[in-house]
């Protein structure tokens, strides 16, 4: 029986996982929706976050949220790509972590969300956690206490 309490994942911090906000693709929030859409599609993400100007974690802008935000009632208004601005459709509701959680609350988070972005005291935009990053990580650490335990 893994005890995840009492092991070394439980000693893992969030800092130790996370991809560096400069490894990061990531949108202003005063960017037109269309350079958004261009970012997310040419990056192949289905999301990234959205950062002020002097770096300020504002929230995550996903190819859904825009593409729901253009569509008409008998077609696609692509005009508003160029009208309307990341602020207007981003989502500013959401979890964040501090680097200094542990792994087990990254664990708990990205079960509904395929990552989580990592926030400083003052606001600042530190990085994300990945879905793939904790998996990885945990799929590591059940291989190498599946030999111990059957050795
Ligand atoms: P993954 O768990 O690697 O599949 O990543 C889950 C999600 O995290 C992706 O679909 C993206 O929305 C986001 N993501 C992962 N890596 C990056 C990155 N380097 N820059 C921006 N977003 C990323």
Redesign the pocket.
Known sequence: MLDLQSTELQKLKVEDLM?PAE????VQSLNPLEHALLVLVK?G????PVISGNFQFEGIVSKTMIIDSILGIERFEVEKLSQHTVKDVMEKNIPTLKRDDDFLKGLKLVINH??VCVVGENGTFDG?L???VILKRFNRYVHENKQISSS
Do not use: D, E, W
């Not at 490894?23 to 990531?26: E, F, G, L, M, T």
């Open positions: 991809i490894k990061v693709a990531h990056t993400y289905s999301a990234v395929p990552f994300i990945t879905r793939r």
